[in-house]
């Protein structure tokens, strides 16, 4: 399977983006879909996820209120709706999914991933 990001892009502080994610190949079913982000000289830090099959969500405390995740069956993708986005949040943006229908905030559950989408977001 292969995962598409895009979306990314830049924006200036408190703008919005919309990243998607695509999966070509298999579905999303049965898996938890996460977007991750990796800042320079960063780890790659969890941001949210959604499991496909039951529609939880997760955040990170610094996406909470300001990002939101969601998922198209019909279109098999899964979208990150980002507002008043803030200089801390440029970052290259990475979609992933990890098996099982339960969500997954761990980074280490993920095992396919995708190339990464920049986002940059300037004062």
């Known amino acids: 399977v292969q995962l598409q990001a895009s979306g990314g892009g830049l924006v200036q502080a408190g703008g919005s983006l919309r990243l998607s994610c695509v999966a070509s190949?298999?579905?999303?079913?049965?898996?938890?879909v996460g977007w991750f982000r990796q800042a320079p000289g960063k780890e790659r830090e969890f941001v949210a996820a959604v499991s496909w099959n039951f529609g939880d969500t997760a955040y990170a405390d610094s996406a909470k209120g300001r990002f939101t995740i969601s998922r198209d069956n019909a279109k098999n993708t899964v979208h990150l709706q980002m507002n008043s986005l803030k200089p801390e949040d440029t970052a290259v943006y990475y979609c992933?999914?990890?098996?099982?229908?339960?969500?997954?905030?761990?980074?280490?559950?993920?095992?396919?991933w995708g190339q990464g989408t920049l986002v940059t977001v300037s004062s």
């Open positions: 190949g298999r579905t999303f079913s049965g898996y938890s």
């Open positions: 992933a999914r990890a098996p099982g229908a339960w969500i997954s905030t761990t980074k280490g559950e993920y095992v396919d």
